[in-house]
């Protein structure tokens, strides 16, 4: 058994010239390509000379009659069959490749659209655009032209490129859900066009392979019937169990406040997700501090003396006030810049104050710390702080301004605009 599988094998591996003269096959050059009979296109299944001399000889008796093997007339037949085999297959792979070309630009104009969130009946404009560019500068080349007109850009394509893109960015971003330990979400409450309650999921993660924190837009749920917490609840859960995600992994929500959220006493409230609103929960975990360690050192469960080890080290409760104080002065900013009517150069200017207050943070950290209350508190408390490293909350400000820079550069750009309106 196993010597006769081998000997098929091996006769597999080589196609022999002579049969292409003895059985007018021939054998395309690519891999795993079949033998190909060039009187009438089939291809058989093995390589094999056995295969290939049936199917010559059941099905093309009369061209051995007609062309007699050794004759010079059955040479020149073969050739010529061989030559229009060739060139059919070769306009077929020319014709292939250009459509290849054809769908992966539209693909790529697709994804162009999509990035500047461009609505897909302007991509009619854009092959115009290019019709005309391509008159101009290659006037003679009319296979250029061709090409440019068999884009597909129609509203209709762009839609299902668009689709493609965001199923795979959906899986990809599933994907890395599954393999961190944690996330954060962030929900926000809206109508579309049709009255239609949709319910918009942003999640927060750090992604192990990049090295960095992501924020993405998980997806968008529709609300049908109510949109009371309750409903809200069963819909996100629902979604977490289509795409088995980990609830264990939430370690935060935040929502718009929206009152079906948090009023409903079946909502977010009364779940065991952890609700928190606008990062203001800092301030209260520091404001019931003494009853969070007084609750811990009731606790009998094995972590609450952990954390109550943790809250006792002064260093930590150090970083913790530093951290409720500048949290309060993002949220401060933050909420200056919601709210509807605010031009843009209200937010340019408050988003500018900002920057140079973070100047002012680090001097203040130093001396008087009249912006950072909660710090200048618990410093107080301390009985000695000489041995308290200040510098690691200035070079902590001074990340966060950097990066605030990097973030706002965007808004450097219409800067001279601005300073127009302005005067
Ligand atoms: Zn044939």
Same mark, same amino acid.
């Given at each position: 058994?196993?010597?006769?599988?081998?000997?098929?094998?091996?006769?597999?591996?080589?196609? *022999?010239?002579?049969?292409?003269?003895?059985?007018?096959?021939?054998?395309?050059?690519?891999?795993?390509?079949?033998?190909?009979?060039?009187?009438?296109?089939?291809?058989?299944?093995? #390589?094999?000379?056995?295969?290939?001399?049936?199917? +010559?000889?059941?099905?093309?008796?009369?061209?051995?009659?007609?062309?007699?093997?050794?004759?010079?007339?059955?040479?020149?037949? #073969?050739?010529?069959?061989?030559?229009? +085999?060739?060139?059919?297959?070769?306009?077929?792979?020319?014709?292939?490749?250009?459509?290849?070309?054809?769908?992966?630009?539209?693909?790529?104009?697709?994804?162009?659209?999509?990035?500047?969130?461009?609505?897909?009946?302007?991509?009619?404009?854009?092959?115009?655009?290019?019709?005309?560019?391509?008159?101009?500068?290659?006037?003679?080349?009319?296979?250029?032209?061709?090409?440019?007109?068999?884009?597909?850009?129609?509203?209709?394509?762009?839609?299902?490129?668009?689709?493609?893109?965001?199923?795979? !960015?959906?899986?990809?971003?599933?994907?890395?859900?599954?393999?961190?330990?944690?996330?954060?979400?962030?929900?926000?409450?809206?109508?579309?066009?049709?009255?239609?309650?949709? *319910?918009?999921?942003?999640?927060?993660?750090?992604?192990?392979?990049?090295?960095?924190?992501?924020?993405?837009?998980?997806?968008?749920?529709?609300?049908?019937?109510?949109?009371?917490?309750?409903?809200?609840?069963?819909?996100?859960?629902? +979604?977490?169990?289509? +795409?088995? *995600?980990?609830?264990?992994?939430?370690?935060?929500?935040?929502?718009?406040?929206?009152?079906?959220?948090?009023?409903?006493?079946?909502?977010?409230?009364?779940?065991?997700?952890?609700?928190?609103?606008?990062?203001?929960?800092?301030?209260?975990?520091?404001? #019931?501090?003494?009853? #969070?360690?007084?609750?811990?050192?009731?606790?009998?469960?094995?972590?609450?003396?952990?954390?109550?080890?943790?809250?006792?080290?002064?260093?930590?409760?150090?970083?913790?006030?530093?951290?409720?104080?500048?949290?309060?002065?993002?949220?401060?900013? %933050?909420?200056?810049?919601?709210?509807?009517?605010?031009?843009?150069?209200?937010?340019?200017?408050?988003?500018?104050?900002?920057?140079?207050?973070?100047?002012?943070?680090?001097?203040?950290?130093?001396?008087?710390?009249?912006?950072?209350? %909660?710090?200048?508190?618990?410093?107080?408390?301390?009985?000695?702080? %000489?041995?308290?490293?200040?510098?690691?909350?200035?070079?902590?400000? &001074?990340?966060?301004?950097?990066?605030?820079?990097?973030?706002?550069?965007?808004? &450097?750009?219409?800067?001279?605009?601005?300073?127009?309106? !302005?005067?």
């Amino acid at each position: 058994m196993e010597r006769k599988k081998r000997k098929v094998e091996a006769e597999n591996q080589q196609f *022999l010239a002579e049969w292409t003269d003895f059985y007018c096959f021939t054998l395309p050059n690519h891999v795993g390509a079949l033998p190909v009979c060039l009187i009438c296109q089939q291809t058989v299944a093995i #390589i094999k000379s056995s295969n290939l001399k049936r199917h +010559y000889e059941t099905k093309h008796k009369s061209f051995s009659e007609k062309y007699q093997l050794g004759s010079n007339l059955r040479k020149s037949k #073969i050739e010529n069959l061989y030559l229009s +085999y060739s060139t059919s297959t070769q306009i077929i792979n020319k014709a292939m490749s250009e459509q290849e070309k054809c769908t992966e630009t539209s693909m790529r104009i697709s994804w162009i659209f999509a990035k500047h969130m461009k609505p897909f009946t302007d991509a009619d404009i854009i092959k115009e655009c290019m019709i005309e560019a391509g008159n101009a500068l290659f006037d003679t080349k009319n296979d250029i032209m061709e090409a440019i007109r068999n884009i597909p850009l129609s509203t209709f394509s762009n839609t299902r490129n668009t689709e493609l893109f965001s199923k795979e !960015n959906h899986s990809n971003l599933i994907q890395s859900l599954s393999a961190t330990d944690y996330y954060a979400l962030a929900m926000d409450e809206s109508c579309d066009k049709t009255d239609t309650t949709q *319910l918009c999921i942003f999640v927060r993660y750090f992604d192990s392979t990049s090295e960095q924190f992501v924020e993405e837009i998980l997806t968008i749920l529709l609300l049908l019937g109510t949109t009371c917490g309750e409903d809200i609840y069963k819909t996100v859960i629902e +979604y977490f169990e289509i +795409y088995k *995600l980990d609830m264990k992994k939430l370690i935060s929500l935040t929502t718009d406040g929206a009152p079906s959220m948090i009023g409903n006493k079946k909502g977010f409230l009364y779940n065991n997700v952890r609700w928190l609103s606008k990062g203001f929960v800092l301030q209260r975990f520091f404001a #019931i501090l003494d009853e #969070i360690k007084l609750f811990l050192s009731s606790s009998d469960q094995l972590c609450a003396k952990d954390y109550l080890d943790s809250l006792e080290i002064k260093e930590h409760v150090i970083s913790i006030a530093f951290l409720t104080d500048i949290f309060k002065h993002i949220n401060d900013l %933050n909420f200056k810049l919601q709210g509807k009517g605010k031009l843009v150069c209200h937010l340019l200017s408050e988003i500018k104050c900002f920057s140079t207050k973070m100047d002012l943070f680090c001097e203040d950290i130093e001396n008087e710390r009249l912006h950072f209350p %909660n710090l200048n508190t618990v410093l107080d408390d301390a009985e000695n702080n %000489n041995d308290i490293d200040l510098n690691q909350f200035i070079n902590f400000i &001074k990340k966060l301004k950097s990066e605030f820079e990097d973030r706002i550069t965007g808004f &450097k750009n219409i800067e001279n605009v601005v300073q127009i309106l !302005n005067t």
